[in-house]
């Protein structure tokens, strides 16, 4: 990971309107300190992404994010006015697995982790599993270990054969799952503290390295995303019913922000 300076500008791309971009700037209020950084929203899930990166290399233009996310909306477009490519010194982008999508497909998730490695090249893909409201999924450590929820629904291969069929498709949807199964604050971002921060990012990037390591502890190193999607598939989607290790993007940003010594001194700051 490159040093990151103040003075180096950020570009933030995020799945949605609302919730992402709050949980980021309540990181730099509580740990991460304020960047100069534009925090913009490509509002659609991470296939449509896939479809127009694949059409711009069909056509054999190089495909350019801040051009992109100007043609998306109005408002992309006012706030990226006065900017290019060459603006920004790292491009983050925060999405979610969404497996359950009418586009979605683990071939795309690995060839848009595969794209987008390298936050000061076409930027660097986080994922979240499933979705963003992940990293309020949370009571305890001991219970958090091993929490997983079902990811494919009716994308599941094994859906003409499961016993099961009829309770998985009527299942809550995950949002009402996360708000339910986790600590009452947890749903009110503006709650989120420096110790409440500090205790999730301890929980989720132990979680991540209990995902790829098999040992629930805060990790020695950061894991490449394309990694813990690996293990992911490994251990949980791969199966005959099809699920995903609860496990946020944001904490796992903060860790690649710190490195894993630098985030150990400011958990325990």
């Given at each position: 990971?490159p040093?990151?300076?103040?003075?180096?500008?950020?570009?933030?791309?995020f799945?949605g309107?609302?919730a992402e971009?709050?949980?980021?700037?309540?990181?730099?209020q509580?740990?991460?300190?304020?960047?100069i950084?534009?925090?913009?929203?490509?509002?659609a899930e991470?296939y449509?992404?896939y479809?127009?990166?694949?059409?711009?290399?069909?056509k054999?233009?190089?495909f350019?994010?801040?051009?992109?996310?100007?043609?998306?909306s109005?408002?992309?477009?006012?706030?990226?006015r006065?900017?290019?490519?060459?603006?920004?010194?790292?491009?983050?982008?925060?999405?979610?697995?969404?497996?359950?999508?009418?586009?979605?497909?683990?071939?795309?998730?690995?060839?848009?982790?595969?794209?987008?490695d390298?936050e000061?090249?076409?930027?660097?893909?986080y994922i979240s599993?499933?979705?963003v409201?992940?990293?309020?999924h949370?009571k305890?450590m001991e219970?958090?270990?091993?929490?997983t929820?079902k990811?494919?629904?009716?994308?599941c291969?094994?859906?003409?054969d499961?016993?099961?069929?009829?309770?998985?498709?009527?299942?809550?949807?995950?949002?009402?799952?996360?708000?339910?199964?986790?600590?009452?604050?947890?749903?009110?971002?503006?709650?989120?503290t420096?110790?409440?921060?500090?205790?999730?990012?301890r929980?989720?990037?132990?979680?991540?390295?209990?995902?790829?390591?098999?040992?629930?502890?805060l990790p020695?190193?950061?894991?490449?995303?394309?990694?813990?999607?690996e293990?992911?598939?490994?251990?949980?989607?791969?199966?005959?019913?099809p699920?995903?290790?609860?496990l946020?993007?944001?904490?796992?940003?903060?860790?690649d922000?710190?490195?894993a010594?630098?985030?150990?001194?400011?958990?325990?700051?």
């Open positions: 990971m040093s990151m300076s103040n003075n180096e500008l950020h570009l933030f791309v799945e309107a609302r971009s709050k949980y980021v700037e309540k990181l730099e509580n740990l991460l300190g304020k960047r950084s534009v925090k913009c929203v490509y509002d991470i449509q992404l479809k127009q990166l694949r059409a711009e290399k069909a054999e233009f190089a350019d994010m801040v051009n992109l996310l100007k043609e998306r109005k408002e992309n477009a006012e706030l990226l006065d900017y290019t490519r060459d603006s920004f010194a790292y491009i983050y982008l925060f999405f979610d697995y969404d497996a359950h999508s009418t586009m979605a497909d683990d071939d795309k998730i690995r060839e848009m982790l595969e794209y987008f390298n000061t090249e076409n930027g660097l893909l599993y499933p979705m409201e992940a990293i309020r949370f305890d219970s958090f270990k091993e929490l929820v990811c494919k629904r009716s994308n291969p094994y859906k003409e499961c016993e099961n069929v009829d309770a998985c498709m009527n299942e809550p949807h995950y949002k009402t799952v996360s708000a339910e199964e986790c600590r009452p604050q947890l749903t009110n971002i503006n709650q989120y420096k110790g409440v921060w500090q205790e999730l990012i929980a989720h990037i132990s979680k991540m390295n209990y995902l790829v390591h098999d040992v629930f502890d020695n190193q950061i894991e490449d995303q394309s990694i813990i999607f293990k992911q598939q490994e251990k949980h989607i791969n199966h005959r019913c699920e995903v290790a609860v946020s993007a944001f904490p796992i940003y903060v860790l922000y710190y490195g010594e630098g985030l150990k001194k400011k958990l325990n700051a």
